[in-house]
């Protein structure tokens, strides 16, 4: 299995100056002599189990921690919720879940289907649904926003449109800022606080070039191996082709492909030049993963698009089904979904096109 990128941090030199001042006057504690601890009385709580009770926050109800793990340490494991274990993916569940949008044959959205409307197919088989919902359930979501050079005059515009499509989004969903030039930074880690994820945005350097798939590797790792929640997107805003990748589109698109892996939605603010290579690139990772490319002709019609990213994420179909063929022969699998109904005369269904099979459980730690 491929190894997980590593997300970095901004401040990264300023924690490494915390950590060597901290390890100075540790090693300077050490050395002065001191006498010996008294015993605790009788039935008193050691300091080590009162330290572990401190270190061990409360999860929130989304199924995240409030409180942040230090950078480069795992989060803690989770119990799963109770009220909400219907938004949480559960590792013992033996589900390949799908995220699908219905449309009619004049592209609007039909919201109105039952389960028995949906036919799955794994590898051209039928595949029993075992679960069925279509209701506004809380997302995990990266905005993931180029900061190359070209991207100076464009991000004010980009940055309201994202601020935007996490404002018409569901109040419990969880929602982290990458921002990407050469290099990719966390700049904001998952929170709902609107003020928090505007200051993250603001972190503009527009230098260097585009390491569009490294981006994207990196912030799809960071979904499936920090959040519990189901649904994942990445909200991907780009004004060229990539240039700086240690990854390939092949690549990145394997990593996106993972079990219950996010679905993308990408924006290219392109001009003329190299722009087809740049589309490919943008249409493959949404059209793999069950999203939408978007190639708006001025910057004024992001906004728009970030409103549509957002009603499309509302209204969409989660199906889930229990593969006939074992997830220990590995391998990828194609999907396909169809859905009749009366009163329509053809509808179309999108979500992804496929799944390396097993490589989810393996990320989450199980087997």
């Known amino acids: ?90 590792k013992e569940v033996e589900e390949v879940v799908l995220h699908a949008t219905v449309l009619d044959d004049k592209q609007h959205m039909i919201t109105n289907l039952e389960k028995g409307a949906f036919t799955v197919l794994e590898d051209g088989k039928p595949q029993a649904i075992t679960s069925f919902r279509h209701e506004d359930i809380p997302v995990a979501m990266a905005v993931v926003i180029d900061n190359s050079g070209s991207m100076r005059e464009k991000r004010q515009k980009v940055n309201q449109a994202a601020l935007n499509l996490v404002r018409s989004s569901n109040p419990q969903d969880q929602v982290f800022i990458v921002n990407f030039n050469d290099e990719y930074y966390l700049d904001q880690d998952f929170t709902a606080d609107i003020n928090r994820l505007k200051e993250a945005l603001e972190k503009i350097e527009a230098r260097g070039g585009t390491a569009l798939y490294d981006a994207v590797v990196a912030s799809a790792d960071h979904l499936k191996r920090n959040t519990k929640l189901e649904r994942k997107v990445l909200f991907v805003v780009t004004d060229g082709e990539d ?125």
């Open 1 to 90: 299995m491929p190894k997980p990128a590593t997300m970095h941090l901004r401040n990264n030199h300023a924690l490494l100056l915390v950590i060597s001042l901290f390890s100075l006057v540790f090693c300077v504690s050490a050395q002065t002599p001191t006498q010996p601890a008294a015993a605790p009385p009788p039935g008193s709580p050691s300091q080590g189990a009162a330290a572990g009770q401190a270190a061990n926050p409360t999860p929130n109800s989304a199924g995240t921690s409030q409180q942040q793990p230090p950078a480069g340490q795992q989060p803690a494991e989770q119990p799963e919720g109770n009220d909400n274990s219907v938004f949480v993916f559960k």
């Open 243 to 367: 240039n700086a990748s240690r990854e390939s589109l092949e690549q990145a698109v394997r990593r996106l492909q993972q079990e219950n892996g996010p679905t993308v939605y990408a924006i290219g603010i392109l001009g003329e030049e190299k722009a087809r290579r740049a589309r490919r690139a943008l249409d493959t990772m949404a059209e793999r993963t069950g999203g939408i490319s978007f190639f708006p002709r001025t910057l004024d019609e992001v906004d728009a698009i970030s409103r549509t990213v957002a009603h499309d994420i509302r209204n969409q179909y989660t199906i889930g089904y229990k593969p006939t063929n074992p997830r220990s022969t590995g391998g990828y699998r194609t999907v396909h979904v169809d859905a009749r109904a009366h009163g329509y005369n053809k509808l179309v269904v999108r979500t992804k096109s496929g799944y390396y099979a097993g490589q989810q459980r393996a990320s989450n730690g199980t087997q």
